[in-house]
């Protein structure tokens, strides 16, 4: 499970000063309730649902060479779209949003949402929060933690059930008001972004939320397909996404003749061992991929999306994901750490003969579900 997702339908109310060892509720009502709720029934919206509006699925897959290691990352998410936005956006919350170069402004900003009662969502460079404290080059992208109350100079962050720290499963952890200013700080594009949930803003209509689910699915499946440009990210990456990303990715790993093929790439024992951790890693969390490549909640998502009025024919289109959910969960195990270097080639070959199989898989069912809402009136 996307770990954005678990992060927003558990934002936690933060309407008092955290007291020591107090243990802050699992759920909230201000954002379940008042603002992710399904119109007109008064249910807070799923995880798969927000999984779903958020784009749901996707595929990509790069490698960089270093001087001392190779990098291999994949997501099996929705990418490069942006995850927390397009859910924030399409599950009809109504925000109050921030974003200033001022440390001092964006502290008050939060304190004063905190004081009224409102969690807010704020982006962090991820080596940068205190209890993780790396440089280590794969912990220096953003990520989406809530801040959900306040005692005194401490912070207590709510990383939505994700794992944020090597070895620790701890689900909240505190942070110093200059420790948490300092991790939105370090990167520029992220400084000082937040959001929190409008606690006067009317429902969303059901006719907004299924035209926002028909709106995620075409673009999901755009993407998958390769019919969607690419913003943000050079031309020249269009062949790492999608299907054409497995299917490119397949080629790679069959590959022994070029530089550019993965037996190349990893061809000696602490690039492959540290390639092949990093791409098992990434493929299992709950931050880019998750049990069934996110596939299993992606067919819930459509099911209760078929719920909606004159979406029914989406029913149609569940068992595609559904299936492919154990075909991922293959492909991950099926990626050996442990693998010799001289072993590697043969290790390849069956990944590759996997990723032909699910790019098929992929295919058929992105196409199936794009015609079918294509054809939706």
Sequence with gaps: MSAYCHTIRRFPSASKPLQANTTPRSGSECFRRRASSIPQQGEPLSTAMLTGLAGGIGFMVATFAYEELTTATVV?????????????????????????????????????????????????????????ASDRLELQESIDVVVVGRETDSYL??????????????????????????????????????????????????????????????????????????????????????VQGMRTFAKLLRDERT??????????????????????????????????????????????????????????????????APRWDAFIDVIDPQTSVEDRAQLFRVMAEHLDELADREEQAARKLSDVVAALR
């Excluded at 701890?170 to 700080?185: G, T």
């Excluded at 791409?279 to 999306?305: H, K, M, N």
Aim: glycine share 10%; hydrophobic share 40%.
């Design 76 to 132: 099996l998410r929705a990418h490069p779209e942006p995850f927390t936005d397009n859910l924030l956006e399409r599950s009809g919350v109504a925000l109050e949003r921030t974003n200033t170069t001022s440390a001092n402004v964006a502290s008050k900003t939060l304190d004063a949402a905190l004081e009224a009662g409102r969690a807010a969502m704020v982006r962090v460079t991820h080596g940068a929060l205190p209890w993780i």
């Design 157 to 242: 962050v709510d990383g939505g059930g994700l794992d944020l720290g090597a070895g620790d499963d701890q689900q909240f952890h505190r942070a110093s008001r200059d420790e948490l200013s300092h991790a939105r700080d370090k990167r520029k594009a992220d400084r000082h972004w937040a959001v929190s949930v409008d606690p006067t803003a009317l429902q969303p209509s059901i006719e907004a939320l299924t035209a926002n689910v028909r709106a995620s699915i075409q673009e999901t499946t755009a993407r998958m397909l390769g019919t969607l440009p690419l913003t943000g990210v050079p031309s020249s990456w269009l062949p790492k996404f999608g």
């Design 259 to 324: 530089k550019r093929g993965w037996p190349a790439l990893f061809a000696d024992q602490h690039r492959l061992t540290t390639g092949l951790e990093m791409l098992q890693s990434l493929a299992a969390s709950p931050r880019w991929g998750g049990d069934g490549g996110l596939r299993g909640i992606y067919a819930e998502f459509l099911t209760e999306a078929a719920q909606l009025e004159g979406l029914d024919a989406l029913e149609g289109c569940i068992d595609g994901y559904r299936e492919l």
